[in-house]
């Protein structure tokens, strides 16, 4: 028989009703295999039916789970009790919810907030390229292919942007300027203009400070600092010249901070 882990949770809570905020300690006895989205689950259960928290596919793909676990983010769906653990050397774990968008309840946030900054990225082709003959496709490299779909795994969880230390500074952050990027070396896209100007504006790369903690907590384990490096550098090109003279003319200085 699996051994049970005795384990605390201290939860921030919030009730939007009474605008009152305040830590709540759980106590449960939970085995190693166990999610933490099992573990609410059974607080809720057997303990607090109150307790607000969000998730949809449990499986890793929606992001919706998204957390602060002892000050990680992380998706409660991925994390077992015995890694958690393991992870942080202890048998307490402080939940948070996420900072970059309002609270709603307890752990759950406006994500509608989050995707505002994911939409002024335009994450789709601006102007597509006009469709080839009857018969002929829209070449890509199989680099850039492979490229292409390992960027287009982000789910969009916001753990990059929570890490991220310029996020609450205006920028847009990683997982958007990462949706930006994706359409650099996509053959169907026409607008580099508009495109270097999303990049290079004041709430783009000029603001990144390459610290790569979007690539140290990313769950679908992406590099995403290594896509924001090469975006800096204008590497992506199925039209080199344009894209780098479309950057250049729309690269402006980094914002000056106080």
Not at 16 to 38: A, C, E, I, M, N
Not at 164 to 177: M, T, V
Not at 228 to 254: F, T
Request: aromatic share 6%.
């Amino acid at each position: 028989m699996e051994a049970l882990h005795a384990i605390t949770l201290k939860i921030h809570r919030y009730d939007p009703d009474r605008k009152k905020s305040w830590v709540q300690t759980y106590h449960v006895k939970v085995g190693g295999v166990l999610r933490f989205t099992d573990v609410l689950r059974k607080i809720n259960q057997e303990q607090d039916p109150g307790l607000a928290w969000m998730s949809s596919c449990e499986h890793a793909q929606c992001g919706s789970c998204s957390v602060l676990v002892n000050g990680k983010p992380l998706l409660l769906c991925e994390l077992l009790v015995q890694n958690a653990i393991s992870q942080f050397g202890t048998h307490t774990f402080t939940l948070q919810p996420l900072h970059i968008a309002p609270v709603l309840r307890d752990l759950i946030v406006d994500l509608s907030r989050a995707y505002e900054r994911v939409n002024r990225a335009k994450p789709y082709i601006i102007e597509p390229a006009a469709p080839p003959p009857e018969g002929g496709e829209q070449r890509i490299s199989p680099r850039l292919m492979e490229q292409y779909v390992e960027a287009t795994r982000c789910i969009n969880c916001f753990c990059c942007a929570e890490a991220c230390i310029s996020s609450h500074r205006g920028f847009l952050g990683p997982n958007a300027i990462l949706a930006a990027t994706v359409r650099l070396f996509d053959p169907r896209e026409t607008d580099f203009h508009e495109r270097a100007a999303i990049l290079y504006g004041e709430d783009g790369l000029p603001r990144c400070h390459t610290s790569q903690a979007c690539s140290f907590v990313c769950p679908k384990e992406i590099d995403v600092a290594h896509f924001i490096a090469l975006a800096k550098a204008c590497a992506y090109a199925s039209k080199p010249e344009e894209k780098k003279r479309s950057a250049r003319q729309n690269r402006k200085d980094p914002p000056r901070r106080g």
